[in-house]
């Protein structure tokens, strides 16, 4: 199943039954609360979370310098941020 897919779905079914409700006759008001919709003023972005309850496996370095994690990963997940810092994540 892919949840980007599933979200996109949901999120089209959703503004079919908002809109079903409105009978806005000023264009003006129209345009602008279409364009809101269309912006995703009813629905935040997707998010993607990491749950710490997992098993460990290993160092954010040690990922990164295999290519498997974007080398800024390095910078954002850190459990201190200092100068004995080892990179423990």
Known sequence: MDVFNLRNRVIEDYRDY????????????QAEVDESIENGLLW???RI???PAFETGGLIDEHVASGLLHPECSNIFRIKNDDDDDGES
Not at 20 to 27: A, E, G, L, W
């Open 44 to 46: 935040p972005e997707p």
């Open 49 to 51: 979370g990491l749950n």
């Open 18 to 29: 908002i809109t079903s409700f409105m009978s806005i006759r000023d264009p003006r008001i």
